[in-house]
Every structure is written in C-alpha cells, then in structure tokens.
C-alpha cells in the first residue's frame, strides 16, 4: 500500500517549513500571499513540493510542511502584530478545512453536525480522570454525562445497567486496546486470533501485550474465514482463544459473521475457554438498525464491544466508546488514591468534552434518527455502487455495508483531492450521512472525466480487481 505523508499550507507561518523532512527557511516578513486566499490555490498550497512523491521513508521525519513557532518580539505587545499574524494563519487554515471538506470520501467520518450550543463549554478544563462511576476530588468533569451515554450503548447492546462497565476512549484504537488487554487478563495464556482484515490496532495490542497473535484468512468479502479459524484454533486447542471480531473492516466494511465464531469455537470444545471483543468502529453503531442484519448483543457469550464517537456518530473530536462486562474488570482496576477514585482504563485522564458531545447528538437523533441516516447511507451506498458499474469501473458493495471499493484511481493526486484510502489496486469510498448524492455525483462525474483521459493511449489498462473484490465485481478488459 502507497502511504501518504501529513499534509499542511506551505509557506505560511513566520519560519521554516519542513519539506519531506528536510528544514527550509520561509520567513515571511510581507502579509501572507493573496493568491493562497483561494480555495483551488489552498488545497495545492496543502499538497506541498514533491506532492507526486507519496513513499514514506522510514528513519527520518517527514513532513509536507509545518506552522513553525516563533518566538515573540520584545515590541510585539505593542504593535500587535503576531496576533495579526496567527489571525490571518488560523483564517487561511480555516478556508483550507472547508474546502478539503468538500472533497472528503475516503474515510468513515460523518462531517454533518453542529454543536454551536456546546461553544459556552470550551472555556473550562474537563477532564474525566479515573472511574467514570467513582467521582475523583477534580470538580471540573463530565462524568454525568458520560455514564448517560454509556447506559445508553448498554442498552443498544443488550446488557443490565449493573452488569456493565465502561468508559468514552480518546479514539477507536484505545478501545480495542482496552478490549484485548480485558480479554488477555481474563484468560492470561489466552492466544489472540483474528483476521488478516482486521484493524491494525488489533495487531498493535498483540505487539503491546506480548501475545501470541494468529492471522486468519478471509474470505472474498473481507470476512473471517471460519473454515481456517477452526483449523487454527485446533491447532492450539489446549490454549483459550481470545477472538477480535470484526463489525466492519477497515477496507472493505466486511462483518465477521459472530454466530458462526461463537459456533466454531464451541464445537471445537472450546467452551467457556474463549473471549470474543467486537470492534464495532465504524458499523458497530450502525448495524442495529440495518434490517435482518445479525445482532450485536451481550445475550451472546461476547465480552466486550467498542465503537468509534467521531466516525457515524459525528463527534468532531476523535473519540470511542468501551463496553465490557462488569465482572471482568476488577482485574484491571487499582486505586489511586491521590484522584479519591480507581482506574481500569488505558489512557487515565479522558476528555471531558468528548461525552458532552455524544450525549447532545444520542438525545437530539436517539434511535429513530440514526435508523433514518443508516438507510439513507445505505441507499446512496448502492446509488454509488450501481453508477461505477454503469461506467464501466469494477466494484463491490458487502451487504451489510456502506463501503464501496472499486477499482483504485490511476493519478494519485486524484486520490489526494478526493482524499481516498487505497490499498493495493483498490479503493473505497465511505458513504457518511454528510455524504449526499449531489456529493457522489460530483466525485464520479469527475472521476469518469479523469479517467478516460488516464487510458486514452491505449496502452495502459485499468487494473483487474478480481483478487479483491471477485470476478463478478471486476470489469476489467478480461472480466468485462
């Protein structure tokens, strides 16, 4: 896979910017340039020099470009102009986000909120330090809130409010973290199992912890192939399983089929000797409400669950979501007595405006609101689906997914603009409740504009996706 380095405004801030790692001055003394003041000329500024150049080179930093930070002048109190500076900084910044907004497909972030009534809050430090059930002696929290949108996950996962624990995570990695690091505890010579698609974090925890880690084949959707995982599992069958479930993958938005885990583990006579955690991150919240989609729920023999609060739900800040079963965390917990309060989470102190966040978005959409944006992703996932093919451009949609992966866009600073994740030959795009169909005509207008101008010698030829997404999803000249 092709990796992508940080983007940022070139010679902007008074100072040096970095450029693929290297320092070069730009001190800029004169008012910032006017032409940069346009949004085409924004989004090139971001793509910084040697845009075409998208390897990541290990061993050094490598940075598109930076703000750098300079320290103020004697006279700078008087004359105001470092204010003026960072204002004009922070307003070209500003225009930069708007217009990469508007170009913004690849990754399963719903960009459609507004939390204007939460702005009287962000003058105050909240922090949730430890226990989100035990007040610590720091005032300043919002641990009302957060137990508030932890009862209502419980609910949506079917588990009592005094058989439940758990906390808002600083992101989706930190819940799986969390999950695995419960599972670990719980069954401590415990193997982790888990398939080639799942989240790399997943990968992360078993590197952290020290633990054994099998990969599991997948089947062409992105799926666990449950076939091998019960050959790997009896390969190690005097050992617990701990299982990363996946409720929808990264790349493909493939959903483990968990009854069919939970019936490979049994008939392998591994009962009462697994722990299953679901990462949920992105369709752990929206499955629910999917029709005749298989349920997530703590009646089934899972033990724990985490979803991603910036991804459908809309939290403008990177947060999560843990749910775990209450007698599996006294493992982890320990006092600490300087906060008046104990702690079983991963990071210790947790943003205390996150919850804040979910809690205003659950109680204006509730249930019903998120069913409506769930099947309207869903029908703009197929529009989507349904319009590549029609244009001749190989797809995939899972069906219980709003994922869409076709055929990966020969420019990269196509991929770049539209802001896509690639993998190999593929791409997906994620459709979001800020994603409406003038949006998705808009990308595949210009894609199919783009594209014909990329194979127009003749000679070069769109790549065959069948490996990826199936011979029947794959229109390449030899599947057409």
């Not at 009302?144 to 600083?170: C, H, M, P, S």
């Not at 990264?250 to 008939?267: F, W």
């Not at 979501?321 to 007595?337: C, D, F, G």
Request: glycine letters at 8%; one cysteine or more.
């Amino acid at each position: 896979m092709v990796g992508s380095v940080g983007n940022g405004l070139a010679d902007l801030a008074n100072g040096a910017v970095r450029v693929n790692g290297v320092g070069k001055a730009a001190a800029l003394a004169e008012p910032l340039p006017m032409e940069l003041e346009q949004p085409e000329a924004v989004a090139a500024a971001m793509a910084g020099e040697g845009a075409g150049k998208r390897e990541i080179v290990m061993g050094r930093n490598v940075h598109t470009s930076c703000f750098a930070v300079k320290e103020p002048d004697a006279d700078d109190e008087e004359t105001g102009e470092r204010e003026a500076t960072m204002a004009s900084v922070l307003a070209l910044y500003r225009r930069s986000l708007v217009e990469r907004t508007k170009h913004h497909l690849g990754y399963p972030y719903n960009l459609d909120f507004d939390y204007g009534a939460l702005a009287q809050l962000q003058h105050f430090s909240i922090n949730n330090l430890g226990d989100p059930f035990i007040e610590s002696n720091y005032g300043v929290h919002s641990r009302q809130f957060e137990v508030g949108v932890l009862d209502w996950f419980a609910r949506l996962w079917e588990l009592e409010k005094d058989e439940y624990w758990g906390y808002i995570t600083n992101c989706g990695t930190e819940g799986n973290l969390h999950g695995i690091l419960v599972g670990r505890e719980v069954f401590p010579d415990g193997i982790l199992y888990a398939s080639r698609e799942s989240h790399y974090s997943v990968f992360k925890a078993a590197r952290m912890y020290r633990m054994e880690c099998v990969k599991i084949d997948t089947l062409m959707s992105g799926e666990i192939d449950c076939a091998d995982f019960q050959r790997k599992i009896l390969q190690n069958r005097d050992k617990p399983a701990i299982i990363n479930v996946n409720i929808g993958t990264t790349v493909k938005g493939a959903v483990d089929d968990l009854d069919l885990v939970i019936k490979t583990l049994e008939e392998s006579g591994f009962k009462d000797r697994f722990y299953i955690h679901c990462d949920g991150a992105l369709f752990g919240l929206m499955i629910p409400f999917v029709k005749k989609a298989p349920k997530v729920s703590f009646k089934k023999p899972i033990g724990s669950v985490s979803v991603s609060g910036h991804k459908f739900v809309g939290c403008p800040m990177p947060c999560g979501i843990q749910i775990t079963r209450l007698e599996h965390i006294n493992a982890l917990s320990s006092n600490v007595e300087y906060l008046a309060s104990r702690d079983a989470t991963i990071m210790g102190s947790r943003n205390g405006h996150a919850p804040i966040f979910l809690w205003y978005t659950l109680n204006r959409k509730g249930y019903r609101g998120f069913q409506k944006e769930v099947q309207k992703c869903l029908r703009n996932a197929h529009y989507l689906k349904d319009r590549l093919k029609e244009s001749g451009i190989g797809a995939m949609l899972n069906e219980l997914s709003s994922t869409v992966v076709f055929e990966r866009p020969k420019d990269e600073e196509f991929v770049r603009r539209w802001q896509l994740a690639c993998e190999g030959n593929i791409a997906h795009v994620v459709v979001m409740p800020s994603v409406n169909i003038d949006k998705l005509d808009y990308f595949l207008n210009e894609l199919v504009e783009k594209r014909a101008t990329w194979y127009q010698d003749g000679i070069s030829r769109p790549p065959c996706i069948a490996k990826d997404v199936g011979v029947e999803n794959c229109l390449c000249g030899l599947h057409k």
